[in-house]
């Protein structure tokens, strides 16, 4: 008789456990399903050690004796998290999590957290405050809430996420916490970093937090998706006064991400900061519905270096719905430099409905243009990678206009050097208006050092060819000249030519794009910006002698003035101003 069986397989518990200590002391026997130090107490060193050594998603509360807030300070690093958990800190007595970032900004106020647990880096600032031990596979998804994290300082992190070997995508959730700052959410008491995700294609998310002081990053992301939102980055807990993360170097961002598979950042506070407000590289990027350089209430609060600075891309991205204004560099940098291994170039992105240089009402203000070009975009360091099939702008709608405006500099500012290729960047539906420089500027590298030495400008009529590889920004199109315009009541009639720039064959031109705008005045340059769109008509080719009417969304004055763009349209996509 031939027996066969089959193990049972061994029911995974989940357990909760309260600590009630902020002694440091740990579990005297790990495993036994009793949180309990030789002292009789629950610690969250023991907690942990407790969590880690049984099998399923467990819980860690927390119910220390007193009003609080009561302050933990290992003296040694707790033990990294080996399995999904969920420790609540906003479970203590007293504590409460409030909403930080309201949904409809601007915003008079918001309800700060009032958070009862501190873990202080004091006793060791060159460690971390809690480990995600990500390379092992049994870890799954570790949620932290209701922490103030501080005083781990030197080359340390509030948050760690490491994967180093395991194919499971794991993932770490932050809510309702403060990071890098007191208790009080007032002032900074640095980490080095306040979240460090090292490697490995992870889901970290961080929502409903204050994300502020570190020494370098308030995020630097490594390979995972990154996921933000309603949180405050920069500021201090009401999100009106300056709480800097600064940054490694003048190329990293308070947010910086690197290879990201989905870098996410919505309706946050991201200002205050000494570096860009958020800096990517090779990451999928959806930047949609954020203040970048003002706090809370709309007021100005500069990022020190810039708003966005976007260094090659693995996917298309969308930058959408943000106010991004008042900084102290571009409000966007979008670039790929060569002599950095291996920064793609960009191939594919909306930009659209965002203000740019403004207030929140779209209005040209004092102190809320940023120090130099609303957008900037260029590519330096020999010929690596085209920056390509980008779209500045609606398509055939001003609701999903950007509006920029009242910046240093030019509107929008687009340079390669001689060897690059920075082309198909269709700038649309805009208000462009009220910039120090040109609307719309094309310029050239010629020294290869990243600067735009020689300005195009207000490029005059010639024959550049278009080529698969531009020659020259953008390649350098013809506008459409405007001979005379008239008007009845409210009905405009333009006159124009234009000398259409043909292909050398390498491109198939299927017509040209032509945006006509109205402008309260001329620019200084004795060429328009572009404030208000009358309307867009396609041609076939050169036109001499032709009349377009419009029926002007505006009142019209004889002080007015019109301003147009082309934008080559080709198969089976793409453009160029």
Avoid at 315 to 336: E, K
Avoid at 385 to 397: H, L, M, P
């Amino acid at each position: 008789m031939a027996l066969f069986g089959v193990a049972i397989p061994q029911t995974a518990n989940a357990a909760t456990f309260s600590v009630n200590s902020s002694l440091d002391a740990g579990d005297a026997a790990a495993g036994d399903g009793v949180c309990a130090t030789a002292g009789a107490v629950c610690t969250l060193r023991a907690a942990i050690e407790e969590a880690n050594a049984l099998s399923g998603t467990d819980t860690i509360n927390f119910a220390i004796a007193g009003a609080g807030p009561h302050t933990i300070s290992p003296a040694t690093a707790l033990p990294a998290i080996s399995e999904a958990i969920t420790i609540d800190a906003s479970t203590q007595t007293g504590a409460s999590c409030g909403d930080l970032v309201p949904a409809s900004l601007p915003a008079e106020s918001n309800t700060p957290h009032d958070l009862r647990i501190e873990l202080s880096g004091a006793n060791i600032p060159d460690n971390y405050g809690l480990t995600v031990d990500g390379a092992n596979a049994e870890t799954g998804t570790v949620t932290v809430r209701g922490f103030v994290v501080n005083g781990f300082a030197d080359n340390g992190a509030a948050f760690l996420h490491w994967d180093q070997g395991s194919d499971d995508s794991l993932g770490l959730t932050v809510d309702c916490s403060y990071l890098g700052t007191n208790v009080a959410g007032s002032a900074a008491d640095s980490n080095e970093r306040n979240i460090n995700h090292v490697s490995g294609e992870d889901v970290i998310v961080v929502t409903n937090s204050l994300v502020s002081g570190a020494q370098t990053n308030a995020a630097s992301i490594q390979g995972a998706q990154f996921n933000m939102s309603g949180s405050l980055v920069g500021t201090d807990d009401t999100g009106t006064n300056a709480i800097p993360n600064a940054s490694d170097n003048d190329d990293t961002g308070s947010i910086f991400a690197n290879t990201s598979t989905l870098f996410e950042i919505s309706n946050n506070i991201i200002a205050g900061n000494n570096s860009y407000g958020i800096q990517t590289e090779m990451s999928n990027n959806q930047i949609e519905d954020n203040y970048i350089g003002l706090n809370l209430a709309g007021e100005p609060l500069a990022n020190d270096l810039g708003g966005v600075s976007i260094a090659g891309t693995n996917n298309p991205f969308t930058i959408s719905g943000n106010v991004i204004s008042a900084n102290n560099g571009d409000g966007l940098r979008l670039y790929s430099d060569c002599a950095v291994d291996d920064y793609n170039g960009i191939d594919g992105g909306v930009i659209e409905s965002n203000y740019i240089g403004t207030d929140t009402t779209a209005a040209v203000a004092d102190g809320y243009g940023n120090a130099r070009n609303g957008i900037r975009v260029y590519e330096y360091s020999g010929f690596c990678a085209t920056i390509s099939d980008i779209i500045i702008g609606g398509i055939d709608s001003t609701t999903t206009q950007n509006v920029i405006a009242g910046n240093t500099e030019n509107g929008i500012l687009l340079y390669q050097t001689p060897d690059t290729d920075v082309r198909d960047v269709a700038i649309l539906i805009n208000s462009i208006h009220s910039n120090g420089g040109l609307g719309i500027d094309l310029a050239m590298d010629n020294d290869d050092d990243g600067t735009a030495e020689t300005n195009l400008g207000p490029n005059s009529i010639g024959n550049t060819q278009i080529k698969s590889v531009a020659d020259e920004t953008n390649y350098f199109l013809n506008y459409a000249t405007i001979n005379s315009i008239s008007r009845s009541g409210n009905n405009l009639t333009v006159n124009y030519d234009l000398n259409a720039n043909e292909s050398d064959g390498s491109v198939d031109v299927v017509g040209y794009r032509l945006d006509f705008y109205l402008n309260d005045a001329a620019d200084d340059s004795g060429y328009g910006e572009g404030k208000t769109h009358l309307g867009t008509f396609i041609v076939s080719g050169s036109v001499d002698d032709a009349s377009h009417t419009f029926v002007s969304p505006v009142e019209l004055s004889d002080s007015m003035y019109v301003s147009t763009t082309t934008t080559m349209l080709k198969e089976p996509a793409g453009g160029g101003e």
